[in-house]
């Protein structure tokens, strides 16, 4: 009698229990917060979110140009689901911007991991604001992929080594030997003092190109040039005159760097207003933009050169829908009415990588299966050959470039390779033509 009555009040006491989970698990789902996920089960969102970070305005705006277009590309691509598993997920991506900051990049980061849910993560254009989202994906162990940024500004520059690499980032681009192995090949093309000034900015870029081991020197002097660095200048400087002054004094005939847009355009501008007129300008970061040149008074963008990476001639096509880089470029500049630039394929590009990944785990919800499949990658994109089994340091792949220069013609810019030596797969159209 008495062991009845206790077998009926443990079944009304677990009635009760279940009845109180419910009730909790429904005010849960009914305030729109997150469900507890259990140790050991299975998340089963039919929703598949991708979190992506750009620098849509601040001096790095230029380049996120694109990311309407891209941004409406990959959209369009996933509307119709990806499969996973034997399974159709939908896709929703979360795009935010850093305003190039530094901060608010990494407030995005958590925000878009512990609010929002990810399960991937992007972000690119500059350690500025890679560098602080990769930070907080290795610490809260989320799949995260980058571009646009030197990869040693980014790998080296975010306190990783080869003996403690990145454990949850996968970052392709090319580094500082994609300059320093690349620009001499159009320095060569003309016969000057073999002075090279250089413009390094007091930012992670700047500290990576100026690294004496690691950094451009070392591809200089080996190709039989001679730096002439006057020092690091702050991110915003509006008087180069100490810089330019140092370059005439020391006769300097080619200038290479990595500076902002604006800044470029106040050293660029100074420098014709003070008499220094070098043969060639090889400049990274700041010439990527189809509207940097432009914006240079009196035409003095006529004849710039830069590393490129990616063009309207390039062999390479897109894993999601076959794409070439020539059909990208006249669909991008039909839809935009502006000359393409070269991050907006690369930002492409992380989505492709995305959906590879997606594509080889059972479970996309699983983040260790996306970390480990992109480890895997070896693939044809927008971007060229992205390989992750074989990168310079884990997590890292690499592309090539090669050398362009912008030209007016008729009113018109536009730029066409001039050097090709670290990847003759891409047509060269003309020599180099020099400054003065």
Known sequence: MIRSSITS??????????????????????????????????????????????????????????????????????????????????????????????????????????????????????????????????????????????????????????????????????????????????????????????????????????????????FAKKAGYTIVDPGAYEDGTKDFTSIITKFKQEGVEIIAGVPTPPDFITFWTQAAQQGFKPKIVTMGKALFFPATVPAIPNNLGNGLSFAASWGATFPYKSSLDGTTAAQWATKYEQGTKLLYGQATPNNYTLFELANAAIEKVTNPHDKSAINKALNTVNMMTLSGQIDFTHGPVPGIATIPTVVGQWQLTGGKWSWSVVDNTQDPAVPVAHKITPLN
């Open 9 to 218: 009040l443990m079944r009304a006491s677990k009635k009760q229990k279940a009845s109180t989970a419910a009730v909790a698990v429904l005010a849960l789902a009914l305030s729109g917060a997150a469900l507890p996920n259990p140790a050991g089960a299975a998340y089963t969102s039919s929703v598949i979110k991708i979190g992506y970070i750009s620098p849509k305005t601040g001096p790095y705006a230029g380049f996120a140009e694109g990311d309407p277009f891209m941004l409406r590309a990959v959209r369009a691509y996933f509307a119709k689901g990806v499969m996973s598993g034997g399974k159709k997920y939908s896709v929703q991506i979360l795009d935010r911007d850093s305003g190039s900051d530094p901060a608010k990049a990494g407030q995005l980061a958590d925000e878009l991991i512990n609010k929002d849910k990810v399960d991937i993560l992007m972000a690119t254009s500059t350690p500025e604001t890679v560098n602080p989202v990769i930070a907080k994906c290795e610490a809260d162990a989320v799949p995260c992929i980058t571009t646009v940024a030197p990869w040693q500004a980014v790998f080296f520059g975010g306190g990783f080594t080869p003996a403690k690499p990145m454990q949850w980032t996968h970052h392709f681009f090319f580094g500082v030997e994609g300059f320093g192995l690349t620009d001499p090949g159009a320095w060569n093309q003309v016969t000057t003092d073999k002075k090279v000034g250089v413009l390094w900015p007091n930012d992670s870029d700047g500290g990576a190109f100026r690294d004496p081991v690691n950094g451009y020197t070392p």
